[in-house]
């Protein structure tokens, strides 16, 4: 039997896993930037394998805009080309697609036990389910089952304009476009969003700690009460999220819902709730009713991706199911 590599490849990390048949081996993930490029990253993995010279199709799903089955990351240096890749490692098809792409055809997959509801509230079946996912960038697309085929929507809505909601938002925003120019939704909703966040917000906030340098510090701080500024900064993100994911539910008019993944949010699913995410996502003005009956949610799922990227790889580079269903046989 042939198999298929799978991969997740972001700006910070890549994860690989071989899908033989309908089952997914175990996945591998390693630093994007300890590698010059996605093949010496591919070969590492493979020479690992027992079985790799059965490999000959993969799907990559890649954190940047994808054209012509080229990729490169909009937050690391690699840039990935389908026919580079089949010449390469002498594979028969490849694949590469968006990761928001793929992480989107893992939505008819998940099971209540993938998803932590944040309010209640009733998706209407057979409606388009939009995904976010904030990690070392912003992704967003959407799911729009279909009565004979489903669909995906890829975007690149992490890059639009960011908006402020009211003064305090409008500040920080000044602050980050006099260091960044144009400041999207991705320069505070990411990783990197929250450093910026936290270095806007200044030292006004008090306590004890000591400068914060990464995402991971930033959320630990907030979240056992240490620092202050921390907890704002976090606060705040969660804020921006809310109003960003109620503007993905309008533009993609997502009755079905919308699900936030990446590598932050599932890691603060618990303080989410308590936040204003939930009351921003439906303060759109006369159409707050209508994102009143969206439920929203959070992927806590692990490594959700691979969930689509079985969909996308169904026969090892055939197309999607019609129903866009995981085969778990």
Known sequence: MNNCLLADIGGTRARFALLSGSQIGPIESMMTGAYANAGDAIRH???RQDNVGNVDSAVLACAGPVEGGRCALTNAS???ESDE????FRWRTVDIVNDL???????????PEDVRSIGHHNAVAGQPVAVIAPGTGLGMACFVPGSGRASVMASEGGHAT???SDEHEAAIIEILRRRFGHVSAERVISGGGLLNLYAA???GHG????PLHTPEQVTRAALDGRSPRARAALDLFCAFLGSVAGNAALMFRARGGVLIGGGIVPRIADHLPQTSFRARFESKGRFGHYLAGIPTGVIVRSE????GLQVLARACGGAPPADGTVDER
């Not at 890749?85 to 390469?88: G, N, Q, S, V």
């Not at 306590?207 to 000591?210: A, F, Y």
């Not at 959700?304 to 969930?307: A, G, K, N, Q, S």
């Open 162 to 164: 960011l908006a402020a």
């Open 78 to 80: 690699w840039v990935l």
């Open 101 to 111: 792409e793929a992480l989107a055809w893992a939505v008819p997959g998940f099971g």
């Open 304 to 307: 959700p991706t691979f969930v």
């Open 45 to 47: 993995f493979l020479n």
């Open 85 to 88: 890749l089949k010449r390469t």
């Open 207 to 210: 306590g004890s700690d000591g």
């Open 201 to 203: 917000l200044g030292d």
